[in-house]
């Protein structure tokens, strides 16, 4: 699996653009951040392969964030993290959090992502009286 994984990252990194390229230019329009787990074989050989694993899905995975416009194309893919890792965590680790981006610049993210305001806007959670 490292193997795959390392040669997909080299692959990504020498074509993609990368976190400052694909914001270059996005103020006043419409940006979308997201995670996804992608389903691996099983790391056995490791030590710490229960930090791949993914409880939600059952399967080993790994976390990739990806950014894409309001027509829905992707504009930038994270490299990949244990598939353990929370999707705001992920965010942060990949410079997608409040200290990188300008202010200016909003993304709508999802539950995932609550915390990270005014940088990301995400639906806000109801009240203990609404409930």
Known sequence: ??????????????????????????????????????????????????????????????????LSGEAGDLLWISDELPGSTHDLTAARRHGCGRRRRPTRLAVLGDRGYQGEAPTLITPVRAGKESR
């Open 1 to 66: 699996m490292v193997a795959s994984c390392s040669s997909a990252s080299d692959l990504r990194a020498a074509l993609a653009p990368s976190l400052d390229e694909a914001l270059a230019g996005r103020m006043g329009k419409v940006t979308i951040l997201d995670g996804t787990i992608i389903a691996t074989f099983r790391v056995r050989w490791t030590s710490a392969h229960k930090l791949w694993w993914v409880h939600r899905k059952r399967t080993y995975g790994v976390n990739l964030q990806a």
